[in-house]
DNA sequence: ACCTGAACACCGTTCAAGT
DNA sequence: ACCTGAACACCGTTCAAGT
């Protein structure tokens, strides 16, 4: 065998920065922030880990390149429509984005060096409001009262410990079972007659909200 | 010396699962969520990491102590005010809880086995809604959404890489400085133009998304 | 009963080699 | 130019001792 034949036959193609931060947000959305080190990411790309410090600088330039990616798959609030279709489309697809990638909630907006894409859309999302008639101040409002229950909600959905109804009982069952009978009975009424409820999905709470502060948003505007 | 002079010299009081809880939360609250580590915790109480395990039986169910310990801190809405100002306290009260202790922010709400501050608090904000009129869906729609902007801000505030104008000027500088001048004209607008204007906090946004919110609850339910 | 020390299987990152 | 292996200073946790 030729080594000609060797090179054709390497499963390994040469590592690159584009390949490692790629492989790296692969591996966070199915084994979590905890598993994203250096030691899996290379593993994963079949190399010795030292060989991704070629291409990065560290760990946290990792995270900083891969949070610019995830910002660049958030739709962008374009030009046609109204700004209260533009954020509510732009907050469903952040909402998206952060459902796909949920060790990213906490870190989107902590970046001491934001990239292109995130500087973009922030750009954007600023410039729709502004040209619909928000002064700076209400700007400043709207972004913060938006990212803050987008990113909350997110944040809240993901640390649910429990995802289908049948979790859900089984942890209620554990829940109250060290206390007294009807010790909390505010509580246990919301969880059997309404958490518990066959077709119960608290992802279904984030439409009411987002639309409750849209029209608050509207309201303020107009005043 | 005697032994019995030695024993009153001895530093260290007999450890206690409350002391070790109660110095994680100290050690979190100023060095983090990273440094809560079972050596460091053991480091502040002068013993071996080991000697945590007779009164803990892991690192999350010290985590799960930490936690109930953050919730017996926060102020319960109580029976005599309407519910939105017992609501607007107690986001006042957990933002200010929240703030204290910035490492529990994701976890708060994660807690397989809940302890009993936390049913206690979950059991009251329930019931002051309840009793004020609201549906179980209403009380669901409400908490979802207060609870997603509390959690969404403080996660936001606590992530923000500036704390200070300088720092934020700081930052912008370098910020910008990778790209064209005029790239991003509205995210530059906004930024010399509100966030680094004197006297500028992020912090002081809270109250202004409280309200809107709270003013559209009251509205759904009047309705 | 309560605490300890060594050990195991992990981390991120530095350094000096290897090809 | 690009990748590797050993090493260092850390982790959480198990186990067998120590007092």
Redesign the pocket.
């Given at each position: 065998m030729s080594t000609m034949a060797m090179k054709d036959e390497d499963p390994r193609p040469?590592?690159s920065r584009q390949r490692v931060v790629h492989a790296a947000i692969a591996h966070a959305d199915s084994a979590g922030l905890d598993?994203?080190?250096?030691?899996?990411v290379?593993g994963m790309l079949q190399?010795?880990?030292?060989?991704l410090?070629?291409?990065i600088s560290?760990?946290?330039d990792l995270i900083d390149a891969m949070i610019d990616v995830l910002f660049g798959e958030i739709a962008l609030p374009l030009g046609g429509t109204d700004w209260k279709t533009a954020m509510r489309d732009r907050a469903m697809s952040l909402r998206d984005v952060l459902a796909r990638h949920r060790w990213a909630i906490g870190l989107m907006e902590s970046r001491r060096r934001p990239g292109p894409a995130n500087l973009r859309h922030h750009d954007a999302v600023i410039g729709k409001l502004r040209s619909a008639g928000f002064d700076i101040a209400m700007v400043a409002h709207a972004y913060s009262l938006l990212d803050g229950y987008i990113y909350g909600f997110a944040l809240t959905k993901m640390n649910i410990p429990f995802n289908t109804t049948d979790e859900m009982a089984a942890m209620a069952q554990d829940m109250f079972e060290p206390f007294p009978a009807n010790e909390y009975p505010n509580l246990a009424e919301f969880v059997t007659d309404h958490v518990m409820k066959p077709g119960y999905d608290y992802g279904e709470e984030f439409e009411y909200g987002l639309d409750l502060i849209l029209n608050g948003l509207e309201g303020a505007l107009t005043a």
């Open positions: 040469a590592l598993a994203l080190t250096m030691r899996q290379a190399v010795a880990p030292m060989a410090y070629r291409h560290n760990r946290d």
